[in-house]
């Protein structure tokens, strides 16, 4: 989910956030608790605590319904998030007044699993806090992600009319859209009067990406070509079971609300753009913000759950840079070909038999490819997992209307918990030059199974751990075991091509090299080119890829480090359990203590893993005794 879907719906009583949110808690369990923590007489403290988690989660997703159509709810699918100062405030409050109700609980009556519970939820509402005071410091807006193409996204992607309601709270969004640019517009300003501003370039990018989404009907040319937004609700209008005469009055309410209210709000946030733009140096660097050194660490801590500061984080990079260039070139050498790695980097990116076609034949072809990888793996899946998702996955193309400034090449979109939407893998096909026929796998098994899809879908599909654990995202966990998705297939002889080995190693040194450059732009001082330059220099990328990896590393600081960091926490744990446990180490076991917890700050994850093996040494030696 985008870190920029912020919370919505003013500060409420825990009752009334509760009802909004559509609590499922048994009458018992609601009785339970209060929100000051004075429990009824008689109640367990268990009973108590998972009272208190289930309102905790349920109160914090009732100020988002953003985040609750992430989860399929649709209770205030009419409704935007509340981006106001204002609000802000109260959800630091409000964070505060969780985090006290959980220290009021009694550790040592809980179980274990209600221990662990209550230090993850204090953890991740203590980094919410601490995070506040670096509120300013998120770019709220950037070519990468935000509201100017999340609108959108939001309508086309989750919004579902299956009723005459569901069609009025879709138009009613539209009309709401006025008044979230203008706090949109208001956190900008804020943010400008600290010299707090994105780099240049980033405005061009997301000032086009605003263009598009009021470009055709209603706003320009003929009712044949329609705007993204009214050709969405075109489509789904069309498959109501309801009169055509009702149809089409919807159908004009949506393109009045387009007109006189969704059209002029992305006007104006275009013209404020346009002016922040004329202030805004051309380079970034979290260095040039106000304290940027001290916050670029608090986002290292955030991003990779470790206590890792820059300068080890870069040392580290360069490490695995060399380690990596080593395989690369053993495997170069064995392709019996005549010259240097860089020479090979060269043909890679210059062999056109190792691309796709620009066409839309070579598009789908791509699509294909990795849908035939993903099924090729998902029937290996029982070799490797007790665990395996119900959860249905598709693979997609990006949407016209935002492939140009999408984040990376390829992403996963979670599925509804409820299974009424499916996890979605999807491809950018814009430029298919940035889409080599050997990266395909990496990206497939990265993205789908068994990485993200797997990952999250478990989580999702717990029914042992609260509601805010199958939430729960750290980017670390959650792109490290992406990252260790890809080479898990190369452990089973999926890579059988060498080109496809060479494309996973180029992703897993495309991630290292991300701890050089992110380090190097945000703490050591790096000029944009110089990043630029160093990613040409060490991997086998083009050069207009290249310029995007380090304009996303510029408005998303710390986030491209957790990818590795997590990666090599999961490796050093897979080889102490097998050294630990010789000969009774389960490849299986492992996996599914990894991602049966949901996910995990990685400290946390290293101490379930460390008595996941003390308990199998346990029963080995009792096994023995015997």
Sequence with gaps: MSAFFKSSIGLLGFAFALTLAG????????KAVELDGTPLVGAGENLRAEALFDQIYMA???RSPIEQAFEGNRDQQHLWDDLS???????????????AALQRLKAERLSDANQLNVRLYQQELETDIKAFQWSLHRYPISHMSGLHTGVATI??????????????????????????????????????????????????????SAQGIIKGYPFTGDSDDSSPLMADIKRKLAQLDLAEEDKQALEKAAETALLEFF????????????????????????????????????????????????????????????????EMRALVAASGFQGELAEFFVASKTNPELFFPQTPAGKQAYIDAAEQ?????????PQLFGLIPKAQLSVKAVESFREQGSVG????????????RPGVFYVNTYDMSLMPKHTLQSFAYHEGIPGHHMQVSIAQELTNVPKFRRAASYVAYSEGWGLYAELLPKEMGLYADLYADFGRLSAELWRAC???VDTGLHDKQWGREQAIQYLMDTTPTEHKAAVKAVDRYLVMPAQATAYKIGMLKILELRQRAKEQLGDQFDLRGFHDVVLGNGALPLNILEEIVNQWIENLRSKQELAQDV
């Design 155 to 208: 309508l086309i992607r989750l919004h579902r009319i299956e009723s005459v309601e569901d069609a009025n709270a879709y138009i009613l969004r539209l009309r709401k859209v006025p008044e979230l640019f203008d706090q949109l517009i208001d956190g900008l300003n804020r943010r400008a009067e600290q010299n707090i501003f994105a780099p240049k370039f980033v405005y061009e990018n997301v000032i086009d």
């Design 23 to 30: 609590c499922s808690l048994s009458e018992d369990r609601a």
């Design 373 to 381: 990888a993903i099924s090729n793996m998902q029937q290996r899946l």
């Design 514 to 516: 991300r701890l050089v």
């Design 85 to 99: 100062e204002e609000f802000a405030l109260e959800t630091q409050q409000l964070n505060k007044g969780h985090l």
């Design 263 to 326: 059209g002029p709000a992305y006007r104006k946030l275009i013209a404020a753009l346009e002016t922040l733009q004329d202030q805004a140096d051309f380079e970034g660097g979290a260095w040039k913000l106000p304290q940027g050194k001290a916050f670029y660490q608090h986002a290292l801590r955030k991003m990779t759950t470790t206590e890792l500061d820059a300068d080890q984080i870069h040392r580290l990079g360069l490490s695995e840079v060399a380690r990596i260039h080593e």
């Design 409 to 420: 090449s390829a992403y996963y979109q979670q599925g509804a918990p409820d299974g009424s």
């Design 60 to 62: 914090r997703l009732a």
